[in-house]
C-alpha cells in the first residue's frame, strides 16, 4: 500500500521562534513549578507494560503497544514545554528479539508506521529525532524510515528524541571497543590515551550527555539494558503505571522528585573545602 508523501525535507534550518508551541496536555494539566535550571536534560524513558495494560483488557500484546504510541508523544510535548534537551525512548532492545515472531514482526512495522505518522508534528515542534542502536538484524525498512527521520530534522534544536530500536547497553559498549580496538591496531590510537571521555567518543551518540533521569513504567525495577554507559549516575524513579496510561504529568511527577535529590556524584554533603582540595589530607596515614 502507497503511504502518503510526507512533506519536503527543509534545505535550511528554522530559528526556534518558528517552532510550534508544545501541544497542552489533554486534561488541561500544566507542568509544576519547579526551577527551569534544575530539570533534567536528558531524561530516558524504558516504556514498559504494554502486554500488561493489553492482557488486564483482554486484548492482543499488539494492541497494547499500538496504545503506547500516544503516551511516548505527549510526554515529549510535556517535555518541550519544560526544556528537557533529550528524551531517549526504548522501543526495541537487543533481547526484544526473543519475542514470538508475531510480536517482533509488529513492532518492526509499528516503529515505521510511528516514525512517518509522527514526523510531521514532531519536524513543527522543533524535535531532532536521532536513531540510537545496532544495523545488523534490524529490518532494513526500520534503518531507511529511521534516517529519512534524522536527515529530515537534522537541523531542529528544540529537544532531540532518541529512537532506541535493535538498542542494548552492553551491545553498544562492546561495538565501541571494538571500534576503538581496529583505531588501536591501526595506530590511530595510543591505548595510553583511551580515557572515559575517548571511549565515549565511539558510543552511537558521542554528542548525547549523561542519562540525568531514568524513567521506568510498569513498576519493574531494573535497566534492562538500557543506555548503560550514560546512566552511571542517573536518578531513577519506577513508576507502576503501565505504559499506555502513562503521560507527560507521570514524566513531570518524575521530574518533581529528581529536582529533589542531592546528585552527590561520589562526592559528600555538606562540601567543606579543606587547605588544599587539590590534595585533601590524608586522614589514615600513619
Ligand atoms: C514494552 O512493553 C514494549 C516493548 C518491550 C517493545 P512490553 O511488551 O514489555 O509489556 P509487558 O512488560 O509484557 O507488560
Ligand atoms: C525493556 O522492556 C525494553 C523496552 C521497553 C523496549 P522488556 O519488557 O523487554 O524488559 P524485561 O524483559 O522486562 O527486562
Ligand atoms: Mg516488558
Not at 508544545?22 to 513549578?33: E, F, S
Not at 542502536?133 to 524510515?145: A, D, N, Q, T
Not at 535493535?166 to 551491545?171: M, P
Amino acid at each position: 500500500m502507497r503511504r502518503p508523501q510526507q512533506s519536503a525535507a527543509r534545505t535550511e534550518a528554522r530559528q526556534p521562534h518558528e517552532y510550534r508551541e508544545p501541544k497542552p496536555h489533554a486534561g488541561g494539566a500544566q507542568p509544576p513549578d519547579f526551577p527551569r535550571d534544575l530539570v533534567p536534560r536528558h531524561v530516558a524513558l524504558v516504556m514498559d507494560g504494554n502486554g500488561r495494560w493489553a492482557k488486564e483488557r483482554g486484548l492482543a500484546r499488539t494492541d497494547g503497544h499500538t496504545a503506547g504510541e500516544a503516551s511516548l508523544f505527549d510526554v515529549v510535548e510535556g517535555a518541550a514545554q519544560i526544556g528537557v534537551e533529550y528524551v531517549s525512548a526504548y522501543a526495541f532492545s537487543t533481547e526484544n528479539w526473543k519475542r514470538s515472531p508475531e510480536e517482533v514482526r509488529f513492532l518492526m512495522g509499528f516503529n515505521i508506521e510511528t516514525i512517518h505518522r509522527r514526523i510531521d508534528e514532531m519536524d513543527e515542534l522543533g524535535v531532532r529525532i536521532r536513531w540510537c542502536g545496532r544495523r545488523p538484524r534490524l529490518w532494513k525498512s526500520v534503518i531507511r524510515e529511521l534516517e529519512i527521520a534524522e536527515e529530515r530534522t537534522k537541523h531542529n534544536t528544540r529537544l532531540t528524541l532518541a529512537m532506541c530500536i535493535n538498542y542494548g547497553g552492553r551491545a553498544e559498549i562492546v561495538d565501541a571497543a571494538a571500534a576503538l580496538a581496529e583505531d588501536v591496531r591501526a595506530g590511530k590510537v595510543d591505548p595510553k590515551n583511551v580515557d572515559e571521555q575517548l571511549f565515549a567518543s565511539y558510543l552511537d551518540e558521542p554528542d548525547m550527555p549523561d542519562v540525568d533521569l531514568f524513567i521506568r513504567s510498569s513498576g519493574e525495577q531494573r535497566t534492562s539494558n538500557f543506555l548503560l554507559w550514560q546512566s552511571a549516575y542517573a536518578e531513577m524513579v519506577f513508576d507502576d503505571v503501565l505504559w499506555p496510561d502513562f503521560d507527560r504529568t507521570h514524566m513531570w511527577k518524575a521530574v518533581e522528585s529528581y529536582v529533589s535529590r542531592d546528585r552527590r556524584y561520589g562526592g559528600a554533603l555538606p562540601n567543606i573545602v579543606t587547605a588544599d582540595p587539590a590534595s585533601p589530607a590524608d586522614t589514615n596515614a600513619r
